[in-house]
């Protein structure tokens, strides 16, 4: 059918229901790719427009949301947002996004670009239910089963074993042996490319100062490795990535995406992320634009990634 159309995170964020894992999370600093890039790169390529949004006032649903945000919990939709309009809480006269119209199907995934300030983590802010300042609908799947990868994971002051575990506490995940519980964490952490952080680390019960002796790339790969844990066990159904590869290598960024099951919208600028998403939801000052990804700019993405 058709769709009508930057602080970093604190505390424990990522991999926690939606409902309380989202501060405020912007799209963070990445050095070596601008705001600009994925708009850059499709500025020679065609996109098919969906739908698009001018800041303005929002319509509004007659007798729905009309001086808030009204989120409802579905489990028979994956993501379906309805006249959202954001603003922030000391200034409703700045209009951050208007009259937003999307449907996410379960079987599509959404990538949100933008500069700076255009409202990107407001959207994923207001998804969770930790921004109630605007109007509109919200319709998405179960907010516990939603899953969040921040550029900044969060370490968890413990061993191994709970970080790979977290959010949830190991005696949640002890449906199965210890032993077969163990064997799955290594496993895991091979399939992150981490196969020698055990040894390294000296085994999934050594407790260590987490963000400090592993890199930002290690911990976004122990992050997503926590996803797999918890897809493993059935507990992720939509999965927020904000800038959740900014510090793997391109190559690693491709393996990851690949491991995911089910929906995801990703927060990110790498042209690169168009080759692994169906839609794309582009933010700017004059307001929103909804495209279909066309197979010529995934390809034309992967060329200009093969070229480094």
């Known amino acids: 059918g058709k769709v009508n159309g930057k602080d970093k995170p604190e505390g424990p964020l990522d991999g926690t229901s939606l409902s309380t894992s989202i501060k405020a999370v912007d799209g963070g600093d990445d050095s070596k790719f601008k705001d600009e890039d994925i708009e850059e790169k499709l500025s020679v390529r065609s996109s ?7 800041r303005s006032a929002a319509k509004g649903i007659p007798g729905v949301g009309a001086h808030h945000i009204v989120i409802v919990e579905d489990e028979s939709v994956s993501l379906q947002v309805s006249h959202l309009t954001l603003y922030p809480p000391d200034d409703p006269t700045r209009i ?14 959404l990538l949100i670009v933008g500069p700076s300030g255009t409202g990107k983590s407001s959207l994923l802010r207001a998804l969770a239910g930790l921004w109630n300042s605007g109007s509109g609908l919200i319709r998405i799947n179960t907010l516990e089963k939603a899953f969040f990868l921040p550029q900044q994971p969060y370490t968890v002051i413990g061993d191994l074993f709970d970080n790979l575990c977290y959010p949830r506490e190991r005696t949640e995940l002890m449906e199965i042996p210890i032993t077969d519980l163990e064997r799955l964490l290594a496993s895991i952490l091979c399939e992150v490319n981490l196969p020698s952080l055990l040894e390294r680390m000296g085994g999934l019960y050594t407790v260590r100062n987490w963000k400090s002796v592993l890199s930002l790339g290690e911990q976004q790969r122990v992050a ?12 992720s159904k939509l999965v927020i990535l904000d800038e959740a590869t900014s510090s793997l290598d391109l190559a690693s960024e491709r393996y990851v995406y690949s ?5 995801y919208i990703s927060v ?41």
């Open 48 to 54: 098919s427009t969906m739908s698009t949004g001018v």
């Open 96 to 109: 951050l996004i208007s009259d937003l119209n999307l449907n996410l199907p379960k079987h599509l995934r």
């Open 224 to 235: 997503f490795a926590r996803l797999l844990v918890s897809q493993h066990f059935g507990y």
């Open 259 to 263: 491991l995911m099951q089910g929906n």
């Open 268 to 308: 990110g600028h790498r042209p690169s992320l168009l080759q692994y998403h169906d839609l794309m939801l582009k933010l700017s000052d004059q307001g929103w634009s909804l495209l279909e990804i066309t197979d010529e700019q995934r390809e034309y993405a992967s060329r200009m990634e093969a070229m480094g």
